[in-house]
């Protein structure tokens, strides 16, 4: 890890989404919620197509957070889902999250994180600590 000053824009990180790795979360997690699989049942409930689970979505920004510092070194995150993101078939979306350094006290940095896809911001008020 560099050394953060508050301010700091951090480098963005983009993170490829498609069918094959919602089907690899919803195993893993046990979400098998149809939205995240099945194209016509998304549409049927008013969805523009197959959706990425949100807690797949934050599960990414987690990572950027965990990659700026080390995962135990994470004290806090949390973030609302706020936009979905829509995975067609045969298609890799990007989500590219990125974050900025809001303050630094007594070791600690708070980070105001962003995930956007296709230029739109899908989590809100997203945010992390890290201990430096």
């Known amino acids: 890890m560099n050394q953060l000053i508050a301010g700091q824009e951090l480098t963005a990180e983009n993170f490829k989404i498609n069918r094959q790795l919602l089907i690899a979360y919803a195993d893993a997690s046990g979400d098998q919620n149809p939205i995240h699989q099945d194209e ?27 990659a700026i510092a080390g995962s135990e070194k994470v004290i806090s995150f949390s973030a609302k889902f706020i936009k979905p993101v829509v995975v067609p078939a045969d298609t890799d979306v990007n989500l590219t999250i990125s974050g900025k350094v809001v303050e630094i006290v007594e070791g600690q940095a708070k980070i105001e994180l962003t995930a956007i896809y296709n230029e739109i911001k899908v989590l809100g008020m997203a945010k992390g600590v890290i201990r430096l």
């Open 40 to 66: 016509a049942f998304a549409k049927s409930v008013g969805l523009p197509d197959v959706i990425a689970h949100g807690m797949l979505t934050m599960a990414l920004a987690g990572k950027y957070l965990s």
